[in-house]
């Protein structure tokens, strides 16, 4: 069965501070690795999909990359915006769901 | 280029009434997914839609129903509400067709609606 494992649960980091996220996985047939950004009683807001091993995806500070088994998330010198919960997803062949991992809460201090 | 639509925001009902949910996807998308999102579950999916037909159900009870109409919009019916049915609900649109070994672009989700059972 398709299944996404995401860690931290949680990550603080203070201003300039650069991290990575880990999204772990496992899918029949990716059809696509999805990264989604989610704010306090909003909607998960997209940020990238990423298809094949290799591939890398880049929008301001964020950086997502993919191998065969997992995905990262790179925050270079995050801000206090930058504060998420940042969610996983992946779907398989078919036509099938997307499965979200539980995410990762990002708190960037000042 | 209007997003996903979700009305209403917030809604409360009573353990035992039944709810009706709305999501407009956004113009030309014939797939949509409904979620419902929880602290301890986090995202777990409900039903997906296209072109009027369910293609896929998640693992929740039959008093969780849906329905897609001609325009695409949808709506999502909960029924003898329980507190547990507490959660945000999310409606999410895509390009995507019946899968032929193209990929998959992903889901553009709306704001969702905030339900609590009281």
């Known amino acids: 069965e398709d299944q996404v494992t995401q860690s931290p649960e949680a990550l603080r980091l203070q201003e300039g501070e650069s991290s990575s996220l880990n999204c772990s996985y496992t899918?029949?047939?990716?059809?696509?690795l999805f990264w989604y950004r989610q704010d306090p009683g909003k909607g998960p807001e997209f940020l990238f999909t990423?298809?094949?091993a290799g591939e890398e995806k880049e929008k301001e500070r964020l950086k997502a990359t993919l191998t065969k088994k997992e995905s990262f998330l790179h925050i270079t010198a995050p801000k206090p915006e930058d504060s998420a919960t940042y969610l996983c997803?992946?779907?398989?062949?078919?036509?099938?769901?997307?499965?979200f991992g539980t995410g990762t809460r990002l708190l960037v201090s000042p | 280029k209007a997003g996903v639509t979700q009305t209403p925001r917030y809604l409360i009902k009573t353990r035992g009434q039944q709810v009706t949910l709305s999501c407009s996807p956004i113009s030309g998308h014939r797939s949509v997914s409904w979620y419902q999102q929880t602290p301890g579950q986090g995202l777990q999916f409900l039903f997906e839609?296209?072109?009027?037909?369910?293609?896929n159900k998640g693992n929740f009870p039959g008093r969780f129903s849906g329905r897609q109409f001609s325009n695409s919009r949808s709506e999502m019916n909960v029924s003898t509400l329980e507190l547990g049915d507490s959660a945000l609900y999310l409606c999410?649109?895509?390009?995507?067709?019946?899968?032929?070994?193209?990929?998959?672009?992903?889901?553009?989700f709306g704001s969702g609606t905030r339900l609590t059972v009281v």
């Open positions: 999410a649109s895509s390009l995507a067709t019946p899968d032929r070994g193209n990929r998959f672009y992903g889901y553009t």
């Open positions: 997803a992946v779907r398989g062949t078919g036509f099938q769901k997307l499965v």
């Open positions: 839609y296209f072109s009027e037909t369910q293609r």
């Open positions: 899918v029949s047939g990716l059809r696509g």
């Open positions: 990423l298809y094949s």
